[in-house]
């Protein structure tokens, strides 16, 4: 390792804090701001499903083809990966409490405006803006969980943000599913674009940005110094960055294969009807809430009994990613239904279990003034498969005619991405650590 990565993302220096193998008692605050930042993670993954719940009714009735829905999918991951490259070091420069707002405003506004009239140019420039606007949530979320939470209780606190995300789809399909089938699919975009402005209004004059926060000093260094965020070219030297982005890579792959094709592909391939494809929707996803839930606690109480922190993360990470990639192989294969619905339960699941941990290693890796920037960079690339895989599945199901070639390119990413990054590339995770003023000087330049 150079200076700079063993300063950022190593030490044998002894630390001033520990996990503590107590689980710590929440306040009520640190609740309330957990629930809302979990529900604000359900909003914004509602306001993504919605277009998959609309897209089978737009191929039949506008003639769109697979080809062309996979880009209007797709533009949302593309325009969320730009966002989010530059979402940590706004959020890390002009705190959450400013952050937060704006892009929920921005997002609700591009929601709204989807539902002006059928126009797949209109289409591009709103779900880009719907992709800049919830950019913003992620690395705020996470930044928040690292200041108002103890390192022992930080996975369980990413874990409650993630299973809004999963809760998102869960709610978001069925209630899209029912207004589409009432009221036409421009309902859909304006009934669950106004969600979020209710949100807002109760997050503003809760969330206060210096209550509550613990000092750095939990579970770093007594020495570690507070500079301002590290740019992306010091934290891109790093190995473990690139394991992180890497592992990312695969799971937002798999993720959003289902999450912009799932009903898509039960009504195109297994000839479900569109309420019903949206109910099914829910159901799958509701197995990945508890899933991340019970990855989140299972995580911290193993860290807390003194479990080693690399072998932790990965046993999470890895053993999920494995789990998607067997059952998405078998559901390529299988032509029967049940089976197919199960596989796909247990392959959203297997991301479910690995999405807390590998939240929460931007947090293991550096200190706080450093983690909006690299979970930024963990996402943004994470999310550039988010990108390209409605985009493949869409081109593949046209030049095929079916899910099972998309499908099976679904495991391979899977496998060679995730669990070669977060099992490979990654190598042992590390505290984070003391940073001297020549070191951060250099890093930051």
């Known amino acids: 390792m150079t200076q700079i990565s063993k300063r950022l993302f190593s030490s044998k220096k002894p630390y001033a804090g520990k996990i503590s193998k107590q689980a710590a008692h929440w306040s009520s605050y640190q609740w309330i701001i957990l629930i809302l930042m979990g529900s604000a993670s359900t909003l914004s993954f509602a306001d993504r499903v919605n277009m998959s719940v609309v897209v089978p009714v737009w191929i039949v009735k506008y003639h769109l083809n697979p080809a062309g829905a996979g880009f209007v999918l797709s533009i949302f991951g593309w325009a969320y990966a730009v966002g989010l490259f530059f979402a940590g070091p706004i959020v890390a420069r002009w705190h959450q409490k400013r952050v937060i707002p704006l892009g929920m405003v921005l997002w609700t506004a591009a929601t709204w405006l989807t539902a002006l009239i059928f126009s797949v140019p209109l289409f591009t420039v709103t779900r880009s803006l719907l992709g800049l606007g919830e950019s913003t949530l992620i690395p705020s979320n996470t930044r928040i969980a690292s200041e108002i939470f103890e390192r022992g209780d930080q996975t369980k606190a990413v874990s409650t943000f993630y299973a809004g995300s999963q809760l998102?789809?869960?709610?978001?399909?069925?209630?899209?599913?029912?207004?589409?089938?009432?009221?036409?699919?421009?309902?859909?975009?304006?009934?669950?674009?106004?969600?979020?402005?209710?949100?807002?209004?109760?997050?503003?004059p809760i969330y206060r940005p210096d209550k509550e926060v613990i000092p750095e000093t939990e579970g770093v260094p007594a020495d570690a110094e507070q500079p301002g965020g590290a740019k992306w070219i010091s934290l891109?030297?790093?190995?473990?960055?690139?394991?992180?982005?890497?592992?990312?890579?695969?799971?937002?792959?798999?993720?959003?294969?289902y999450v912009t094709w799932l009903p898509g592909m039960l009504a195109l391939q297994h000839h479900f009807s569109i309420l019903s494809a949206g109910w099914f929707t829910s159901l799958i996803f509701l197995t990945s809430v508890v899933m991340v839930l019970l990855s989140g606690w299972l995580s911290d109480f193993w860290l807390r009994r003194g479990g080693d922190l690399t072998v932790v993360r990965k046993t999470f990470c890895c053993g999920g990613m494995l789990l998607s990639t067997i059952s998405i192989v078998i559901a390529a294969y299988t032509q029967n239904s049940e089976i197919a619905i199960i596989m796909l339960i247990l392959a959203i699941s297997g991301h479910a279990i690995t999405t807390p941990p590998s939240g929460a290693l931007s947090i293991d890796l550096v200190p706080r003034h450093t983690v909006a920037a690299l979970f930024g960079l963990q996402t943004f690339f994470g999310n550039i498969g988010s990108a390209i895989a409605p985009l493949v599945t869409g081109f593949l199901y046209a030049r095929t005619g079916s899910f099972q070639v998309a499908l099976l390119t679904t495991g391979v990413i899977t496998l060679v991405f995730g669990v070669g990054g977060f099992g490979l590339l990654l190598g042992k995770v590390e505290k984070p650590v003391s940073l001297n003023s020549a070191v951060v000087e250099e890093a930051i330049r």
């Open 168 to 204: 998102g789809v869960v709610v978001g399909a069925p209630i899209a599913a029912f207004i589409l089938s009432r009221m036409g699919w421009q309902a859909v975009f304006l009934v669950t674009g106004a969600f979020s402005i209710i949100w807002l209004i109760l997050w503003l």
């Open 236 to 257: 891109l030297k790093q190995r473990q960055t690139w394991g992180l982005m890497f592992g990312q890579f695969g799971g937002l792959y798999m993720l959003y294969v």
